[in-house]
Structure formats: C-alpha cells, structure tokens
C-alpha cells in the first residue's frame, strides 16, 4: 500500500509549486490504489490563518484533487507530540538543556572564530547536576556522535550526511511547543507516510527527521526532493511568472486540467508527450522518473494547453463556465454557433468572453486605429449601399446567407472584398481583427446588424460635422 500526503502551511494562498507537489503525491497514491492524505502544518500560530488554510481547500476543490478522511491539523495534536516528547525525556534518549541564548551566542561567536560551524557543543546531554535556577530548559534530541546518516533520495540518489553536521536539536521550545522537524516526522510515520515527495527545500530537514523516525523506532518512508520551478531567465519564480495563487488562474481562465497537465510536465515527462489526461497521468506517473534539475516556468505552454482543453470541451461545459465570466448563453438561441467559433479561437475563457462579449453587445466606441485605415475613401458609401442590400433580403439566418449577399455585393459593385470588410469590421465589433463577419452577422442577425451600420455612419456623419 502507498500512502502519500500534502503537507502545506496555511501561510498564504496555495502557490502553483505546492499544487505540483501535491499532484505527484496525488497521482503515486491514487496510481497504486493508495491513500493520499491532506495535512495542515498549523503549529506557527503566528504566521498561519484559517483564510490560507480555506484558499488551499478551495484550491484542491477547484482542480478535483480528492484526499482521503479529514484533513489533519497539526494545531489538534499538540498533546500527542508532548507524549512523544516525554518518551524520548523518559528513555534517554532527549534531555534538558538549559543553556541561556546568551550562552549560545556565545558559542557560536567562539565557534566562528574559530572558522568552525556553529552547532550546539552538546554539554547538557549527559549532564547530571544541578540545573541552573531561571532557565526554562529546550529539550534536544540526540543525534548521532559519529558515523554518517545516508538515505536514498528516489530522484537525488544517494544523500550521505556526516554526523558532525547534525547536532542535537531542539525537539521542544522552552514554552513546551514542538519544533517542526520533530512533529512532520511524528506526524508522517503515525499516518503511515510510505512515500513523501517535497520540494528539495526540504532536503536538509530530512537527516533531522530520520533521527526523530529512529529515536522513537519508526519505520522509514521513502523520500523524493523534487527540485523547484524556476522563472524566466533560470531565476527564483516570482509572482510575474506566475508564483501566484492557484486561483489565479481560475479567474484568468485557465481549466484545471490544463494546469494540471502544465505542472504534472515541470520536472516530470514520459518521452516527449506533452497532453496528459488524467488517466494517462495516472497510468504512467512515477516519481523516481522526476528529472534531478530543476524546470522552468513557460507561460506560453500553458496557454497553448488550455486552448487545448478549451477546444476539446463541450459547449455545455464551456457555457457554465463562462458564467464566472459575466456571459450568459446557456440558453441563448446561438449558443452552439457562438462557442464552435470562439472555442477554436481563444486560449482562456476570459479571452473568450471578451470576444464573445465583443460580438454580442453592440459597440460602444471604435478603434482610432480602425477608424483610420477602415474607413477611408468611400468606406461610407460601401457601408450604406450594404445596409440597403441586407434590407432587399428577407431571409438571412445562416453564416452561409451573408456570405453569398457579401458576394453578391462585392460583384456587383467591382470592389474587393476588403472594402466592404474593413468597414463592416469596425461597425459590428468596433475594430479590425475579430472572427469571420459572416458568422458575425448571423449570430447577431439582420436587423442588429443594419443598425450596427447605422450606428457608425451616424457616429462619421457627427464627427465630419
Ligand atoms: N509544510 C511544509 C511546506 O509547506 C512541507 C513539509 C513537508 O512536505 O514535509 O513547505
């Protein structure tokens, strides 16, 4: 049985490097039919909210990440790690220390003198006389005085410690609270942890674990560091590239499953397959395939996977969708039309509501710029002569009707296309650019777009005026 778990602390929002190591924990659990367990590493009490730890369930909720039984709240626990911390006082295996911070700064300022590390010099660990009255002890652990600790990273490979790099640290502060190398260790063991995948931020955290794991006789999960994201130009990710809230995304218009795909591809690959449904994620996932060296941010992957899944989505999905987005079609009559055009076309749903918006309300203002180039020479000519040859039609209805009266029309007059497009353009949408005019015309129908023209021949009446 695996079992894997995500282990973040509620400090913020959930950024899009925890949403990775949480979905590789995810996708080794769910692969093996095994558990995958959300804690919430709370014990700073100072520097955790209930907001960030809600931010992160809403952000697990958004992209279909299921864990397994409750979450579990390090904060409930307290209890429990002081009984571990008494077994360990109790077998000798921990002990009071009672050096001031004055003292230790002493120790450190004497150590670096000397160009050594600064570690605590062990001098309470097998002290038997009378403690120092006014010290509230720290209770320490004792690591090992020789030998070396080494474990196997599942994508680091081999990690070999010195015993001389690890003093005896603290397990408990003076107020009796818990450090956190102590209870992550109490905590994975006690809820089965037999894989822990983690950022290699973690990597040196891990020696001090083991020593807790074999302190208190805890069998050993097997670890993998994954290393970090980087940014543009191989730089820490900043929140330009996107360190930002999962939910960021959400409300730019990316799909879930296209985030997914985007993170499940940095730092991890199964030859060069770039789409991975969920299922192909959870056939072929493994973490010891997790590349050594770190992975770089690419915004514009993103975006090409999310037009991706946006192409692939039903329309009845991308209406509900588009809701959050201020557009309303799911029981708009041009529906199906509207969304085959602008699923093919846009990258976010948010690109796709503009665009949709665009074509749906009738222009508040024109493009300088398209005003310029679109309505030249005898762009207002072309443009009343076509409103009077859209009034002759009676029945205009399919993209395929206007086209054959733009036909019509550009024939008999001898002009190109363009000089009936150009101004067309910019009395429909307010600009150049923008999807086929046709479909332009048939979403919106005749009428909308007569007085569409009538509109923009006012608005060139007023402005020569
Ligand atoms: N709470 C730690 C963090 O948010 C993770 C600890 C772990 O995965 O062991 O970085």
Redesign the pocket.
Known sequence: MVVT?????PTGFLHIG?LR?ALFNYLWARRNGGEFKLRI?DTDQSRNSAEATKAILEAFDWVGMDYDGEPVYQSDRFDLYRSYITKLLDEGKAYYCYMSKEELDALREEQMARKERPRYDGRYRDFTGEPPKGVEPVVRIKAPLEGEIVFEDGIKGTITIKADEVDDFIIARSDGTPTYNFV?AID?ALMGMTD?I??D??LY?TPKQIIVYEALGFKLPRFYHVPMILGEGGKKLSKRDGAADVMDYKRAGYLPEALLNFLVRLGWSHGDQEIFTMEEMLEHFDPTDINASASQYNPDKLLWLNAHYIKNSSNERLAKLLEDFGVYLLSHDKREILLDIFKERCKTLKEMAEQIKEVLETPKDYDEKALKKGMKGEAVDILNSFADALREQKELHLPTDFHALMESFVKAKEIGFGKIGMPLRVALIGRLGGPDLSDVMSIIGKEETIERIENLLKYMKEKDA
């Open positions: 778990r995500f282990a973040p602390s925890g190591t590493e992550v994975d822990v983690r950022g931020d973690h955290n």
